[in-house]
């Protein structure tokens, strides 16, 4: 790795959780159906929740601290991600469904056996976007774990239009967030069953982004 590339991951876990944070210290968040995530907390079971790619930011600012392990990619990129999630209390697996993809799996697993929260973006890291791909499943089907959607949104919002046109709240953004039901996979779940339950979440998740998008 270049020095200069050195520099800019250093930089970006350095001051990148520090102006984030500040940036957006007056967002306002109304939050819907968290009681299905709370239950689960209340219980000290741990669970995977999914979101969109497009829709990650404001849900990491909100959820920060709480040691939630984050898949992250393994491309280069994927370094700051992981360097700014630690600055704001996340843990990183690296891997994707393309790079990595068994050593992320089996080490997601490990993390909910020992009883650690998951985020996963199950479209990422490079698409198709909103498409639901089979990784979350895995895990809950391995370990028991529920799988609960999650989505965020705001009309006060800037817009990159790459690949997963990602959201990024304005100062003082209100902030919808809405959870969904739990859904649970079978140990003996077939290939046809977590195609069909991939199908269900993906429409899950675009009810949602319907909803926080009102």
Do not use: C
Not at 155 to 165: C, L, N, P, T, V
Request: charged share 25%.
């Amino acid at each position: 790795m270049k020095a200069r590339d050195r520099f800019a991951l250093a930089l970006a876990g350095f001051l990148g959780p520090s102006l984030l944070r500040a940036f957006y210290l007056g967002l306002r968040f109304s939050v819907a159906g968290e009681e299905w995530s709370n239950a689960n907390q209340r219980a000290g079971q741990p669970v995977i929740y999914v979101a969109w790619h497009g829709r990650l930011l404001p849900l990491a600012i909100l959820y920060r601290g709480q040691g939630i392990v984050l898949l992250v990619s393994s491309h280069r990129d994927g370094e700051y991600l992981a360097r700014l999630g630690r600055g704001l209390g996340y843990e990183s697996i690296r891997g994707s469904s393309t790079r990595g993809g068994y050593r992320a799996l089996r080490d997601m697993v490990r993390a909910v056996r020992s009883g650690r929260s998951l985020g996963i973006t199950p479209d990422g890291p490079q698409g198709p976007r909103e498409r639901f791909k089979p990784g979350a499943l895995q895990i809950a089907q391995l370990t028991g774990a529920p799988v609960i959607p999650v989505a965020a949104g705001t009309r006060q919002a800037w817009w990159i239009e790459g690949w997963d046109r990602f959201l990024i709240p304005k100062p003082y953004a209100r902030v919808r967030v809405a959870f969904g039901q739990p859904r649970y996979v079978a140990r003996d779940a077939s290939a046809r069953d977590l195609e069909t339950a991939a199908r269900d979440l993906e429409e899950a998740l675009q009810a949602l982004k319907s909803q926080v998008d009102e």
